[in-house]
Structure formats: structure tokens, C-alpha cells
């Protein structure tokens, strides 16, 4: 379906020379400077697969989407695409900002090669996956990034593209519309559309993909299994992985900023101590805030809920100012495996102050818990339990 042959991509960097550069050394000063985002880059994805595409920030990940999407062309190599391809890159991509949601829907059907028919035939649907019903005949420019990201989301999984390529854009939305378009990106994998899938959220992939790309400073660093590749990603010494993005990601505006994650050890394994550290800072006096702390599996199973209150009963009086809180974990009741952590800060009969979506993955190390030399990982069950067998024949 995607046939991609020593694909390269050389971007230009720096401004225009300095007077002084230019005086010094003109033909140096005058070369631009040029760095590769992605090199010698070749793979096949057959129909069906869904492939994501994992690295750290700067490994060349958009720029792969971006060549296949066509929004770029390359200077080395050649993808091929043998299909219609429906590419969602960045926040609004597709989008004409004018025009209103529903002028948005079948323009970007039109684009899909879809009849006006087939689109009217999707519409509610649509609509409804988008949760945007009450906004459709708003310009999209008036939407906020959330519901942008939804409707961009909604029109690419139900115009039924050949080829799906989606970059970290769902992050911007909330953890229930995260859950439910992995969802449908499995089913319409199921149908045989082909995806291609850049996140940071290492559950995500190892739930959606059998298959994953490494990219390192822009080169293939791994192709293979996805819980292969991931586990090369992380390292083998590092299994906690904070996503910096997330951090990063924090509304400006908020009463109360989560300002650095840290999560101890390192390394972690099944019956383990640990402790997560959670550094604020309020802007304003803020009474009675509860801190929440949640463990997903990669099947997005909320497997762990820790809260100060009402859960633990641990009262906070009020914070101002910066400080940090930590939660102390005796011995950590999961079986070995790919788990994220959320984290979140609420008031009392008030709402959600800030939400931290899946702002780390811990790669729980297996344990020989029940010394029979069996590791214990996820597919022995998620929980780990003390027991005892007793055999009492009858005869
Ligand atoms: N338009 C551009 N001009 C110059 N450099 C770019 C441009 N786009 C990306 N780059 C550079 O190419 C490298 C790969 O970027 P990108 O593909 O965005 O990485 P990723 O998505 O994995 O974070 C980075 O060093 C980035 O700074
Ligand atoms: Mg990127």
C-alpha cells in the first residue's frame, strides 16, 4: 500500500548572514545552512497494517507524514501511495478557517473523491463522533483546537480513506475521545484501510499497532514488532518515560500548572516501591484541591485510581504558590507490561483544574513473583496475587 525507497528530506536552517559573518568570510557566510530530517529512510506497509511511528522530538516523525501526505516534496527517494490518502498533520489541517463545520465536512469529502451523496449519507454521524452538533454551522475559526481536532478526526475515520496518516494531533483532546478514535482507527484498520501513526502515548501504539518505526535523527533506527520497538525506544534502563509534551501542554490561563512530573525509580518492577512527584504552582489561593493519580493498561483499562480525596482521605487544607506533592506507592500490584499514568488536580464539587493525559508510560519489569521461575507479564493477568495451592484427593 506504501512504498517508501531511500526517502530524504534536507530542510535549510539559519536566517540571513550577519554583516560581520559576511564581512569575515562571504561564501561562508552566503552557504546556508542545511540539516537532513530524514535520510535514507525505506520500508513497505502492506494493506491493513497499522504502523506507528515512534521517536523523540525532532527524529524527522512529521516530516515522514508530511512526504507521504505530499504536503512536501522530498530532495532524495520516493514514497509511493497506492491509494486514496487522508493525511491529519497538524491542528486545522484541511480545515478552511471561513468556512463553517459542515461547509468544512463536505469540502474535505470532495477532496476524498467522495459524491455529495456519500458524504450526506455520513453527515450525522459525522457530526455526532465530532461531538460538535451544536457548532456545525459556526466558521471553523471560532472552534477551539479541541473541537477542531474532533471534526478533523471524524471526517478522515468515516470518509473511509485507503490510507490514514495521523500525527500527534489527538493529543489535543481529551482522554475519552482519545480512547474512542483509537477505537475506530482499529476498526477501520479491521476493514483493511492502512494507518500510519505518530504518538508519544506508548500504550496507544502497542494497543493500535503490531507494528512500529523508530526514527532517530532521522534515519529507520527499528522496524518490527511494536512492543519490540518500543521497548528499544525506552531502553532498556529506562522504563519511565515522562512526556514533556504533555507537561507542555498545560493551559496558560489555569488557576493551577503542573510544572514537572517525577516519577522514582527509573526502573521499575512488579511489587516495586515508587513514588510520583508532582510539582505545582498556584497562582491563586486554592481550598481544598485534590490531587488524582491514574494507571491505565495498553487495552485502556483504568487499572489503578489513587485520589488524596475523597479516595485516600488525605485532606489538603489549601496550597498558594509552588510546592510539591508526592505519592508513595508500597509496592506496585501490576504485572509486567506497557502502563501510562494520568494525573490530575480537581476542587470539590468544582471540575477538573488541570487533567495530565497519559504524561508518562512505566515499562513494569516482570517478576518471578511466585519464585516457579514463570515471569509474571500482563497475559498472566494484570494483578498479582499471594496464594497457595492444596491438592486433597478423595480416594
Ligand atoms: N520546515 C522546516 N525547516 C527547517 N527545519 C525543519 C523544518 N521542519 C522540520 N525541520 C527539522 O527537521 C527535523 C525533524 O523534524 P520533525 O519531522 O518535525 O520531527 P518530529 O516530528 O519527529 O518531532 C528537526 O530537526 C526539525 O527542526
Ligand atoms: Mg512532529
Redesign the pocket.
Known amino acids: 500500500m506504501i512504498r517508501v525507497e531511500g526517502l530524504g528530506k534536507r530542510?535549510?536552517?539559519g536566517g540571513e548572514p550577519t554583516l560581520r559573518a559576511l564581512l569575515r568570510s562571504p561564501r561562508a557566510a552566503l552557504q546556508h545552512e542545511t540539516?537532513w530530517?530524514l535520510r535514507d529512510v525505506s520500508f513497505i506497509v502492506q494493506p491493513g497494517e497499522i504502523v506507528g511511528v515512534i521517536?523523540r522530538?525532532?527524529?524527522?516523525?512529521?516530516?515522514l507524514l508530511r512526504l507521504l501526505g505530499r504536503i512536501t516534496a522530498p530532495t532524495e527517494g520516493r514514497a509511493v501511495l497506492h491509494g486514496r490518502a487522508a493525511a491529519l498533520l497538524e491542528v486545522g489541517t484541511g480545515f478552511h478557517p471561513d468556512l463553517t463545520g459542515r461547509e468544512n465536512v463536505y469540502l474535505n469529502g470532495a477532496i476524498l473523491g467522495m459524491s455529495r451523496r456519500e458524504i450526506e449519507r455520513k453527515f450525522e454521524a459525522i457530526v455526532a463522533f465530532a461531538g460538535v452538533a451544536r457548532f456545525i454551522d459556526t466558521p471553523v475559526k471560532r472552534y477551539s483546537s479541541g473541537m477542531q481536532v474532533r471534526l478533523a478526526f471524524a471526517v478522515a475515520a468515516h470518509l473511509e480513506p485507503e490510507i490514514l496518516l495521523i500525527d500527534e494531533v489527538l493529543a489535543v483532546g481529551d482522554a475519552a475521545f482519545q480512547q474512542k478514535s483509537l477505537g475506530r482507527m482499529g476498526e477501520a484498520a479491521r476493514a483493511g484501510r492502512t494507518i500510519l501513526f505518530v504518538s508519544h502515548d506508548m500504550s496507544a501504539i502497542a494497543q493500535l499497532c503490531s507494528r512500529a518505526i523508530l526514527?532517530e535523527g532521522?534515519h529507520l533506527a527499528a522496524d518490527g514488532p511494536a512492543d519490540s520497538v518500543i521497548g528499544a525506544y525506552l531502553g532498556q534502563t529506562e522504563s519511565v518515560h515522562i512526556d514533556e509534551g504533555v507537561v507542555a501542554a498545560q493551559p496558560q490561563d489555569a488557576p493551577i500548572r503542573i510544572e514537572a512530573v517525577a516519577i522514582t525509580p527509573e526502573a521499575v518492577g512488579t511489587g516495586d516501591p515508587l513514588t510520583v512527584r508532582i510539582h505545582y504552582r498556584a497562582a491563586e489561593p486554592l481550598a481544598a484541591p485534590g490531587f488524582v493519580v491514574t494507571l491505565h493498561d495498553t487495552l485502556g483499562v483504568e487499572v489503578v485510581r489513587l485520589s488524596t480525596l475523597p479516595i485516600s482521605g488525605f485532606h489538603i487544607e489549601r496550597i498558594e504558590g509552588a510546592g510539591h506533592i508526592d505519592l508513595h506507592i508500597d509496592s506496585l500490584p501490576l504485572t509486567g507490561g506497557l502502563y501510562t499514568l494520568s494525573l490530575a488536580v480537581t476542587r470539590p464539587r468544582v471540575d477538573t483544574l488541570v487533567a495530565l493525559d497519559r504524561v508518562a508510560t512505566l515499562r513494569i519489569a516482570a517478576r518471578d513473583l511466585y519464585g516457579s521461575g514463570v515471569l509474571l507479564t500482563r497475559s498472566r493477568g494484570v494483578v498479582p496475587v499471594a496464594h497457595r495451592w492444596s491438592l486433597h484427593p478423595s480416594d
Not at 522530538?57 to 516530516?63: I, L
Open positions: 530542510y535549510r536552517i540539516i530530517a521517536g522530538n525532532g527524529a524527522g516523525k512529521s516530516t526514527l532521522g
